[in-house]
Each structure stands twice: as C-alpha cells, then as structure tokens.
C-alpha cells in the first residue's frame, strides 16, 4: 500500500485524491473556456460559442463516472483515494479548517439547491415592433414615388427619346439589352418589354398619334421593368422571386426577411416610411427597439436615391400592394 500511494506521487507529485480533484476542473475548465475559445477561432465569429449547459452536465457526469470507476478498480486505488479525506476528517489537517469547511459545504449545496427551485420573476420575452417610427424623420413622409405617378415633362421627353429610338435604361441592364438587339434586330429598342401597354405605345408611335396616357402607361412600363431587374439583383436572394420573404438566403436569417404580400407589412406604411427604411436597412433601426439582428441591408450605401425608388415601385407591384396614403393635416 505504502508502494502504491508512492507511486501515485511519483507519477503526479500530488496525491490520488487532488489529482482526481485537478482532472475534475481540467475538464470543466476545458468545457467551459477552452472550447468556445477555440469556437470562436475556428469559425472567425466575433463571440465565442459556449457549450450548452446540458452538454456540460452530461461531460461531467462521464467524467465522474470514469474517475470513479477508476478509483474503485482496487482497494489500493480507493483507500489511497480515501486517506486525505479521513485524515481530514479526523481534524488531521487542523481543527478549525475541518470545522470551516464541514460549514461551507452544506452552506453552498443548500444555496444551490434554493437558487435552482425559487420561483424567478422573468420579464416576458419583447415583442417585436414592425415599424418602429421613433427615429423616423418626418420630412420623408409626405415623399411619393417620383416614378409611379410621372411628370408631363418627363413623359414627353420619353416619348422624344423613344421616337429618335434612344430610349437610355439604367446601366445593370444596358448590356444584355444591346446583346439581344444584336441577336434580334427589332424595329424599336422598346420592344424589350413586350407587355400590352408597351405594345400599344410601340404601335401609337408608328402611326405618330401618341396619346398622353399611352405614353404614361408605356414609361411607367420601362421604369417597373427596371426596378424588377433592381430587385432581382440585390432584394431576391432574401425576399424572394414570389416577394413572400422566401429568397434562397432567407433561411439563414433568425429574423426572417419579411413576406411583402402579407397584409401587416409594407401595405400599411406610407412609401416615405419604405423608402426609409430600404435606405437605412438593419443598422437605421431605432436603438430602443434591438436587439433586432436585422439582415437588412442598408441600401443608401449601395443603390442610388433613383434604384431605390425604381426598387420600390416594383416591390408593390410585385407584392400586388399599394401603399398607404400619407393623412394630410
Ligand atoms: C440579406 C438579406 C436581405 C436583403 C438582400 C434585403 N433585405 Fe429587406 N429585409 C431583410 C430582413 C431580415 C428584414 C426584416 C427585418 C427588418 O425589418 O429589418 C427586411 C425588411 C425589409 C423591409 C421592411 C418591411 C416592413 O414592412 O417593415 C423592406 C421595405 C425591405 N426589407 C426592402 C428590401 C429591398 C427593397 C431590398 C433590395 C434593395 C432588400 N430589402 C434586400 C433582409 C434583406
């Protein structure tokens, strides 16, 4: 016996008892810190991961299982285990440290014990407002869409420009626009867009009697035509071909992208409020109102004030929706 407790020490330099006491925190502490260190490492996020707690609980418990299996693999093993623990007892260590520590061990188990059964007063989890408007600025309120509703100047040098045949769209889609000119040859550049009210323009502007809301109806077409192909670039991936919030991103999001054809969203909010919050995204949420982990981008650093209106008139259009009309004072 003398032997193997020598032995023990030899090998550690401590003992069977503490050595046993060291593997127990190596262990938590390699749970508890060293993993979501190591976590936060691998996968470059700037929090760590922790191990959840039932995961913890249920290491431990192994642990304890093999260390005592360990320690009752032979009388030798348990009574070297043991003999700190009845020398201690027997006030070997002192009287006055044995009587502290038979004081603070049931002291602490009872604290833990109470901690865990004590009803807690929880506050209840927050609700999630849709349109915060705290940080709203009032100016974009009244704002209307300048391309759903065009100016008679600017319908008339549309139809200039479409009778030169030098109707200009936005740069993302000049290029496949010229591709299928090529490939085509159509008799007017307009022909892209071969809806009926482009048709009826195209077949106006021929026989050279074009009627204002023809004109109207046919720019309204072009600019639509432009903010589907914005939409397409930069919303789609999140809000989704159908704009049911249901892009091919949008799983990855704990809060989901919202679904424009619901009747709670962008229905309900006059088009300055939309156009605010496209060009503010996620970050330009009212700070009373996070953590919000909002994806949303924050447009006004990518998409000009122009894209971002042609964006619109297209995500109502799409969702079917009209906006709310601003309450005049
Ligand atoms: C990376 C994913 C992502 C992309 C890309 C994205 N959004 Fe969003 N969007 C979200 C999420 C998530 C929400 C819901 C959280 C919130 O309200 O901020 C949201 C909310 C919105 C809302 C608020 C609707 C409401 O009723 O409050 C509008 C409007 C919107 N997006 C428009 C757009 C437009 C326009 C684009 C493209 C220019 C776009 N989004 C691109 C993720 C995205």
Redesign the pocket.
Known sequence: MREAETMAKRKFGIGRFWSIVLTLLIIYGLIKWVIPAASRYITTLPFPLPVPGTLTFMYMVLTLISLFMLVTFSDTHMNEFLRPVKKFLRGGYGKIPRAVILVIIPVVVGWQVYDVTVPKVELPSSLRI??PSSNFPKKFEPLANPFSNPSEADVTAFVEEAKDGEVTFIPQVTADIERWEEEIGPDHVLEFIPTAPMKKFLAELVDDKVAPETAKAALLEKNLFEGRA??AM??????GDSVA?D?P??DG?K????N?T?N???E??VEG??FW??AN??PG?PTEATP?D????E?KLS?TEE??WK??LA?YDLAQKTPRIPESH
């Open positions: 849709q349109h914005l939409y930069n919303c789609r991936p999140c809000h919030g892009g991103m949008a999001f809060l989901r992208p919202i424009f619901d709670g969203t962008i309900t909010i409020y939309t919050r496209v995204g996620g949420l919000w909002s994806a949303m981008p447009w998409l894209e971002r964006i619109i995500e």
